[in-house]
């Protein structure tokens, strides 16, 4: 979808802002291998460096593996570099996500979320990222394609940020927001450049004057040293985050917090749920105060690292929460989100509680009537005090 480089409302894809905003960054290296649904964001930010539009060099790749590889080599020797993947490419990059954060390499890759395989599908949930959440990237989840496009211009900052120097993953409901055309507001080109600013790189291989060392061994009496650094960065990255938000608040109007809470001031039941979902169950929230049902919504935009301060805030007042995963960690005691939230709020004098429902893997509608039904059980939960049912599947046929 061709448009002209200048600040509008526009209709957009997620694929498509992602791909005009990477134009925008002007990045130095992009090594890219397509597979669906992120294909649309390289095959569109391609014309644009076929075009002449940006200084990319754009690496077309034998594979994921390769992409990410390559990611690592051009962003060691300085260079500004992005990238973007779907499920088992993101499951193909899997050894070099760790060398990537290791290395403290700021790069920063969309991610269009998409079931993994088998049986194989190409619709969306979240078993991609989730099973990537541990390998050391920050992760910023987007219900929006104008969050998607704010997102990756912030997780630019988010990176290269002295106090991190981490590599970020944007993350986007595969179909649901990456193809559907919703309104956004571009910046122009020139404040996107100007929030940014110039990337001066850090102990980068090709500073002669300053020689370093990147991935060599490290044994038994260095390994935790460099491990505790990065965990140390990791949990510093929340307050960078923050910082980056507030300040493409004040400069360009749209807010974005750690956690979007809606309606929860007064809630008896809530719901947590990641990405699009919460467009859904903010309908639903909607339909059912009118009727004088007091829910709300918790969506973590900030995943890794993990907000536990500012959700247990958020939800202490709750009476009951249902946490919505489109994962299952196959453990057979609830899923990525609901563990770590339901230990976020260990430490509450007087604790909600909190059931884990697993939706729409594979890409199942989740409706609103879904998230009706998801309150009604709340309601009862908070009526009896008691959990029938800690795990559930929902959103299934019949």
């Keep these: 979808m061709a448009i002209t480089k200048t600040k ?29 649904p992120s294909t649309g964001v390289i095959e569109e930010f391609s014309s644009f460096v076929a075009d002449g539009a940006v200084d990319t060099e754009l690496i077309t790749v034998e594979s994921e593996h390769s992409a990410m590889s390559a990611c690592i080599g051009a962003a060691a020797a300085g260079a500004r570099v992005m990238t973007a993947t779907s499920s088992q490419g993101l499951a193909l990059m899997w050894e ?12 920063v890759m969309t991610d269009v979320n998409r079931a993994l395989s088998a049986p194989i599908n190409i ?11 541990d390998s050391g990237w920050i992760q910023l989840y987007s219900e929006t394609v104008q969050e998607a496009y704010d997102n990756l211009i912030q997780a630019v900052r988010i990176a290269e940020h002295k106090n991190g ?36 790189g850090v102990n980068t291989l090709l500073d002669t004057d300053n020689p ?7 044994l038994q009496d260095t390994y935790i040293d460099f491990k505790h650094q ?15 938000a507030k300040e493409f608040a004040e400069k360009f109007g749209r807010e974005y917090g750690l956690i979007d809470a809606y309606m929860l001031d007064d809630a008896d039941e809530a719901i947590v749920i990641l990405n699009s979902a919460a467009g859904t169950t903010k309908v639903a ?29 958020a939800l202490k007042g709750v009476k009951s929460v249902a946490v919505l995963d489109r994962a299952d960690s196959m453990n057979g005691f609830g899923d990525p989100v609901f563990n770590e939230l339901r230990s976020a709020l260990y430490e509450l004098e007087t604790r909600p509680k909190v059931v884990s429902r697993i939706y729409g893997l594979g890409g199942r509608d989740y409706k609103v009537k879904d998230a009706v039904e998801v309150f009604d059980e709340l309601a009862e939960i908070t009526k009896s005090g008691k959990v029938k049912e800690l795990l559930k599947y929902i959103t299934l046929e019949g």
Excluded: W
Excluded at 96 to 107: D, E, F, N, T, V
Excluded at 123 to 133: I, L, P, Q, V
Excluded at 172 to 199: C, M, P, R
């Design 285 to 313: 929230i909607d339909e059912m105060r009118k009727a004088g049902r007091k829910v709300g919504l918790l969506r973590p935009r900030l995943f890794r690292p993990f907000p536990f301060a500012e959700i247990a805030e």
């Design 123 to 133: 619709h969306c949930d979240h078993s991609d990222t989730m099973g990537a959440r």
């Design 96 to 107: 070099m996500l760790y060398i990537a954060s290791g290395m403290r390499l700021p790069i």
């Design 165 to 200: 120097l981490l590599p970020v993953m944007v993350c986007l409901d595969g179909f649901i927001t990456s193809h559907a055309i919703e309104n956004i507001t571009l910046l122009e080109d020139e404040e996107v450049q100007s929030f940014i600013g110039e990337y001066v």
């Design 230 to 244: 990065q965990s140390k960065a990791m949990a510093g990255a929340k307050d960078v985050v923050a910082a980056v």
């Design 8 to 36: 509008r409302e526009t209709g957009l894809t997620g694929n498509t802002a992602i791909a005009y905003a990477m134009t925008q960054i002007n990045p130095d290296v992009c090594p890219a291998y397509p597979i669906t």
């Design 212 to 218: 370093s060392t990147h991935g060599a061994i490290a």
